[in-house]
Nanobody, 123 residues
Framework: QVVLEESGGDSVQSGGSLRLSCVAH????????MGWFRQVQGKEREGVAT???????RYVDSVKGRFTISRDITKNTLYLEMNSLRPEDTAVYYC?????????????????WGQGTQVTVSS
């Protein structure tokens, strides 16, 4: 029974940076695989990045080199460092978790979701 809580979303100018956080309540046992997803208004939710139990990160092409996913296991917290933000990054960002060790960037792989945090990038 994992509950995820995101924070850090804000309005920022193009080229700026933000750091999102996600605290997993309910124990680290449910955070073997965690990820970030986002949903642009009017569009389907899409993957951003995941990190597996061995701390191997995966990213979609659109954010490679700009975003960094990491985790602090002792704090049950997942992070997403976002740099060089663009207007097209504007979306509600969700953190997600699964008990599986495998960690593909796939919506249906994750059973636990946060409520989302709004990121707005203006030009």
């Amino acid at each position: 029974q994992v509950v995820l809580e995101e924070s850090g979303g804000d309005s920022v100018q193009s080229g700026g940076s933000l750091r999102l956080s996600c605290v997993a309540h309910g124990g680290a046992g449910w955070t073997a695989c965690m990820g970030w997803f986002r949903q642009v208004q009017g569009k389907e939710r899409e993957g951003v990045a995941t990190i597996d139990p061995d701390s191997v990160a995966r990213y979609v092409d659109s954010v490679k080199g700009r975003f960094t996913i990491s985790r602090d296991i002792t704090k049950n917290t997942l992070y997403l460092e976002m740099n060089s933000l663009r207007p097209e990054d504007t979306a509600v960002y969700y953190c997600a978790a699964t008990s599986s060790r495998a960690c593909p960037i796939s919506l249906n792989w994750f059973g636990f979701w946060g409520q989302g945090t709004q990121v707005t990038v203006s030009s």
